[in-house]
């Protein structure tokens, strides 16, 4: 079963700021963080894939780089939504784990 729009969004690091199904542009901040992020779906031409496109990817003091999946796309919209947000989420709940204060450069723009 695949993931709906509010149920990835329902995740205690993320904050909705805007939202439009439709055209499939989320607005979200991660954790303590104040910068917004811009998550963008798109269908992947002769595919039934969905693509996902990120305005600040993240850089946590635990990485040697920023973290940019080699896979931006999902077999579905949720899904797509899903790995965008888990993209971000994993490494900062990482470093919080591990007693690091988030700051607002952890979110590199893209």
Not at 12 to 17: F, K, T
Not at 29 to 40: A, D, H, Y
Not at 49 to 76: C, E, M, W
Not at 90 to 101: C, E, I, L, N, R
């Amino acid at each position: 079963m695949g993931y709906t729009f509010d149920e990835v969004l329902d995740n205690g690091l993320v904050e909705v700021i805007e939202r439009n199904d439709e055209t499939g542009v989320f607005v979200v901040r991660i954790g303590s963080l104040e910068t917004p992020v811009t998550i963008g779906l798109g269908m992947v031409m002769n595919s039934e894939r969905t693509n996902f496109t990120l305005s600040h990817v993240i850089k946590t003091t635990l990485q040697a780089g920023p973290y940019r999946t080699s896979l931006p796309f999902g077999d579905d919209p949720g899904y797509a939504l899903h790995r965008a947000i888990n993209g971000l989420t994993t490494w900062y709940k990482q470093a919080v784990k591990d007693g690091h204060q988030p700051s607002e450069d952890w979110l590199v723009p893209t």
